[in-house]
T-cell receptor
Framework: TQLLEQSPQFLSIQEGENLTVYCNSS?????LQWYRQEPGEGPVLLVTVVTGGEVKKLKRLTFQFGDARKDSSLHITAAQPGDTGLYLC????????????FGTGTRLKVLA | KAGVTQTPRYLIKTRGQQVTLSCSPI?????VSWYQQTPGQGLQFLFE???????NKGNFPGRFSGRQFSNSRSEMNVSTLELGDSALYLCASSRTYRELSTGELFFGEGSRLTVL
């Protein structure tokens, strides 16, 4: 059974601090997405990573895909209150039956 | 272009009733997936439709059903509602069915169902 574990579950930091969120699986992803969800809204796609070792940057957000494609990280530099939300990783597994699974989520609160 | 539209946004039902939720995907997207989101279980996959056919189904009881129309709009139905069905129901669209894509989903704002 494929599971996506995210850590930490909760994170409360001050504006201007840096943080890293992790997404880990025991199985190999064929692709992985990161989403951010704000209260009362649906998740919004931030990035897709496909190649092992891939690094993508989106303004202050840096996404990294592990070399073995079993893990990913999201690093936020100089966090702002607007970064507050639920961060979800989601991965596609194509060995055997296709599955697309969401991680357990990291709830981030950035205090002004 | 317009995003994914879900209706209604909020609804309250009582146990035993049934509910129908609607989803209009992004124009040109032919795949619609449905998810249930609760604080305890996170995002759980319900089913995916592509070209009016159900392609994948999650581990939910038969009380949960769906369909897709020729214009790609989709509906999901929950019959004989239980208290545990209270959740945010999210619809997501994509250009094609997910095995053929890298998996990106575009979500609507959700329908929040409360069962009393």
């Amino acid at each position: 059974t494929q599971l996506l574990e995210q850590s930490p579950q909760f994170l409360s930091i001050q504006e201007g601090e840096n943080l890293t969120v992790y997404c880990n699986s025991s199985s190999v992803f064929s692709s992985l997405q990161w989403y951010r969800q704000e209260p009362g809204e649906g998740p919004v796609l931030l990035v897709t990573v496909v190649t092992g070792g891939e690094v993508k940057k989106l303004k202050r957000l840096t996404f990294q895909f592990g070399d073995a494609r079993k893990d990913s990280s999201l690093h936020i530099t100089a966090a702002q209150p607007g970064d507050t939300g639920l961060y979800l990783c989601a991965g596609a597994f194509t060995s055997g039956t296709y599955k697309y699974i969401f991680g357990t989520g990291t709830r981030l609160k950035v205090l002004a | 272009k317009a995003g994914v539209t879900q209706t209604p946004r909020y609804l309250i039902k009582t146990r035993g009733q049934q509910v129908t939720l609607s989803c209009s995907p992004i124009s040109g997207h032919r795949s619609v997936s449905w998810y249930q989101q609760t604080p305890g279980q996170g995002l759980q996959f319900l089913f995916e439709y592509f070209s009016e056919t159900q392609r994948n189904k999650g581990n939910f009881p038969g009380r949960f059903s769906g369909r897709q129309f020729s214009n790609s709009r989709s509906e999901m139905n929950v019959s004989t509602l239980e208290l545990g069905d209270s959740a945010l129901y999210l619809c997501a669209s994509s250009r094609t069915y997910r095995e053929l894509s890298t998996g990106e989903l575009f979500f609507g704002e959700g329908s929040r169902l409360t069962v009393l």
